[in-house]
């Protein structure tokens, strides 16, 4: 027993150890990643800008390197769409969202959201988040929008936890309502179009691209948010799309690192915050 108790204790002081070192070198930084896709199915004579967030999680507009807004602002996109979790059942504090919002209608910039996992576990702050939002953008969660020169985007509503009576299982990403959600937005599916998905999990591709979507955004997973090495330590071992550009057939997904931090994991180390800027050329 003494030697099991002095195993705990080694562990705890080396799991506290590992964590302060982490706090200490928490990474601060904002960075923007670019992407480019070209289709036959775009049919505008000028680039198309996708400025794609996630994860905001209640983290304030300013990070160590610059203003968010100020970046997005400078990146000039046509539009921004949101992949989930801008607030959680901890969100106390609204002001940041309702700034988003009023820089982007001043812009006139258009932007359209979805839901995340967050959402759906706290669906009164929810309710505010949508509010705030609707006052300018455009909720996706299981609706389609063509956004002209052969661009139509699509969006699924996050499946939330397991519900009471569904069985678990392990190692199988929970799927919930998407696939309803999917088959209900095949109705008038139109794969001559450059078909864009929102969708806040990135486990929930495989479903999408065997649906035709040209090109998936995601979120979820922080990136891994500390990342030692190859391994992402907040992403579960079997999770196959962690972070940056997976593809699958012709679908390709892009899986943002987000803007913000887990409430109990409060910090990044190697795995910096995130812009995804998409441009879109015939």
């Known amino acids: 027993m003494r030697v099991f108790l002095r195993g705990v204790a080694l562990v705890g002081v080396v799991c506290t150890g590992f964590g302060i070192f982490c706090y200490t070198n928490n990474d601060t930084q904002l960075v923007v990643t670019s992407y480019q896709y070209a289709s036959e199915k775009y049919t505008g004579s000028e680039a198309f800008r996708i400025v794609q967030l996630s994860d905001f999680h209640n983290h ?9 807004l100020e970046i997005i602002n400078d990146l000039k996109p046509d ?28 812009k006139g910039i258009p932007f359209f959201y979805v839901d995340g996992n967050h959402e759906m576990h706290a669906p009164d702050n929810a309710k505010i988040e949508h509010e705030i939002f609707d006052g300018w953008g455009t909720n996706m969660n299981e609706k389609r929008l063509d956004l002209g020169n052969g661009i139509v985007l699509s969006g699924v509503r996050d499946p939330g936890y397991r519900k009471k009576g569904e069985w678990p299982t392990l190692f199988v990403p929970y799927e919930g309502d998407v696939p309803a959600q999917l088959d209900a937005l095949s109705s008038g599916f139109d794969a001559s179009k450059f078909n864009i998905m929102l969708c806040h999990r990135p486990n929930l591709f495989d479903l999408i691209a065997a649906k035709g979507y040209d090109l998936t955004f995601s979120g979820h997973t922080h990136g891994g948010q500390v990342k030692i090495g190859r391994w992402a330590m907040a992403s579960a071992p079997w999770e196959a799309y962690i972070a940056g550009a997976y593809s699958k057939g012709l679908s390709r997904l892009l899986v943002n690192r987000g803007l913000g931090t887990s409430y109990y994991l409060p ?16």
């Open 60 to 68: 304030s507009l300013d990070y160590s390197n610059g203003d968010l």
């Open 79 to 106: 539009v921004i769409v949101l992949t989930g979790d801008f607030v959680d059942d901890h969100t106390s504090d609204f002001s940041m969202l309702e700034s988003m919002i009023n820089a982007w209608k001043a």
């Open 267 to 282: 910090f990044r180390y190697n795995c910096t915050a995130e812009i995804v800027l998409t441009t879109i050329t015939r």
